[in-house]
């Protein structure tokens, strides 16, 4: 499977237990908390709105484009640490956003 396949299917499971956990959100936020420059937009979004509404159609729209994709990604360490204030089981997320990770490091 191709790098871009790869990250295709870990967007689409991430989505999946997003919506499974109850962390999908059906309505977007504002424009202004999109436009944030903070990382991870931390000062307007909560981490899972960063990851539906920009991160995720970001990569969407990279591949769909045939852009290449980063060839870095430090996403999980931020999930655990915002994850341990989650009250739900969150173990299979992580360790899809830690996939993604890796998938996105890969240079072929």
């Known amino acids: 499977m191709q790098r871009t396949e790869q990250v ?3 967007l ?3 989505r999946t237990e997003m919506e499974e956990l109850e962390l999908w959100q059906s309505s977007p936020p504002s424009a202004q908390a999109l436009a ?3 990382p991870f937009c931390v ?3 909560h981490f899972t709105e960063w990851l539906q509404w920009l991160l995720i159609p970001r990569l969407q729209e990279m591949i ?3 852009v ?3 060839h870095s990604s430090q996403i999980h360490p931020m ?3 915002v994850f341990k204030q989650v009250q739900a089981d969150t173990d299979q997320l992580l360790e899809l956003i830690e996939q993604l990770d ?3 490091c890969t240079l072929h």
């Open 36 to 38: 944030s420059t903070q």
């Open 64 to 66: 769909r484009q045939e």
């Open 68 to 70: 290449s994709l980063p």
């Open 79 to 81: 999930a655990e640490e």
């Open 12 to 14: 689409l499971k991430i």
């Open 102 to 104: 890796k998938t996105l």
């Open 43 to 45: 000062d307007t979004l």
């Open 8 to 10: 295709s299917v870990l």
